[in-house]
């Protein structure tokens, strides 16, 4: 059966499952639960934006459950459509969000129940990875499981903040005229990342092109050298408006003193400026340079139901590491276990030529890699190497053999996902 926005379904308990109709009644209800759940006033805004402007909003599905006898919203989860490349291949990805449940409905399973239409929707929707931001360990019992860096942090003190005098270098707040240069700048980037946010110039204006910026909306600007445009950057505030966000593409150190200097001037009352930066950036480890301490960050929760069809979308990406290897013009079947299933990849003359999945606990000595659970998408999404995960994991196998191949086809490599949300 087709889900469509005006889904219901009844539960029991004097329950009803929906999916909104984007109706202004929803609306209002959907606002007020989130507000009162979340206890965040800031989150009016942001909702309603999502809501009403936002260039997905369309293709968002507000998913919730109700009393049926007073239509008052108890629980509730959102899907959100994005786009991540991987090596430049799209792939379609949605995202959770404004998951909450009301107190006193909490532990009845409700979370399940709609966590199953979600992934239902994902199937229809053909979104073959879910990712979230939300809070630690919950999201394990749905599947999913920690991958890519997500809010990294890094302390400087004021002092060390370079003082020389750059009044060559200027910025100017961004508009839409220049959304085309920013775009080839944004891409260059991103070349040097295996996951990546795919840009779009609608989303990338409502989330990155504000007057004002905040936790969940940036503002961008243009660096300028002697008025010529050089890059830009875009800048907010962390979830819990403790770090600036900061976006930053590869530029000259000038140009990060400059604006390492600008975030100093915003920070006037604290000894310590703490940035929001992805690690992996040249910006990030110019911090660090010149004292920038790291701290502790987090990571993208993701889940990929279906990890045959995630492998066949990115066979393009494994032929081309084979192409690049030793291995050039490879015939063999390469098996892939996370215990529960095994992925057979069968490769002619260095093609992907078919997929097999078999259910059930893998024959010892059938599979080239083995790891536990969901942790196997650590290694498919490169974010980890298999000795990594090893050392965590004991019962991780690597077929003798087999290492240099499966080095070959899933090396660790950064990546600099976002979010349009």
Not at 13 to 38: G, Y
Not at 158 to 173: A, D, T, Y
Not at 195 to 224: E, G, Q, Y
Request: include cysteine.
């Amino acid at each position: 059966m087709m889900i469509q926005k005006g889904y219901s379904k009844i539960i029991g308990n004097n329950l009803t499952l929906r999916v909104a109709i984007d109706d202004t009644d929803e609306f209002q209800r959907f606002l007020s639960f989130n507000v009162t759940v979340h206890q965040e006033e800031s989150l009016k805004k942001y909702i309603s934006r999502l809501y009403l402007e936002h260039p997905k909003r369309d293709e968002i599905y507000w998913i919730y459950i109700e009393k049926k006898d007073s239509n008052k919203i108890v629980s509730s989860i959102t899907l959100m459509p994005l786009e991540w490349n991987f090596n430049g291949i799209p792939i379609p990805i949605c995202e959770m969000g404004l998951v909450g449940t009301l107190p006193e409905y909490r532990n009845r399973g409700l979370m399940g129940i709609m966590n199953k239409l979600y992934e239902n929707i994902m199937r229809q929707e053909g979104y073959l990875l879910s990712v979230i931001r939300g809070i630690p360990y919950y999201y394990r019992r749905f599947g999913y499981e920690f991958a890519l860096n997500l809010d990294e942090r890094i302390l400087l003190n004021k002092s060390q903040v370079p003082s020389r005098k750059l009044e060559m270098i200027s910025f100017q707040k961004a508009t839409k005229q220049d959304l085309a240069f920013i775009k080839s700048i944004y891409n260059k980037e991103q070349e040097r990342f295996f996951v990546t946010n795919r840009f779009n110039s609608d989303n990338f204006m409502c989330k990155f092109m504000n007057d004002d910026f905040d936790d969940n909306f940036l503002s961008t600007f243009l660096i300028k050298i002697k008025g010529k445009p050089i890059s830009f950057f875009s800048i907010g505030m962390s979830y819990d408006n403790v770090a600036f966000s900061l976006i930053v593409p590869e530029v000259n150190e000038e140009s990060m003193i400059k604006i390492l200097q600008y975030v100093k001037t915003l920070n006037e009352k604290k000894d310590q400026i703490v940035f929001h930066v992805n690690s992996d950036t040249k910006f990030a480890q110019y911090i660090c340079s010149i004292g920038g301490k790291r701290d502790l960050g987090y990571g993208w929760q993701i889940r990929i139901p279906n990890i045959k069809e995630f492998l066949q979308a990115i066979s393009p990406v494994l032929e081309q590491r084979i192409e690049r290897s030793s291995y050039k013009g490879l015939s063999q079947d390469i098996v892939i276990s996370d215990y529960r299933e095994s992925f057979t990849l069968r490769f002619k003359n260095g093609k992907v030529e078919n997929f097999e999945v078999k259910k059930g606990y893998p024959f010892p000595g059938s599979c080239d890699v083995q790891i536990p659970n969901s942790t196997l998408i650590k290694l498919l999404l490169s974010d980890k190497t298999f000795e990594e995960i090893k050392y965590i994991l004991k019962d991780s196998i690597l077929k003798p053999g087999s290492e240099k191949l499966i080095k070959i086809l899933f090396p660790k490599k950064p990546s600099i996902p976002d979010t349009y949300y």
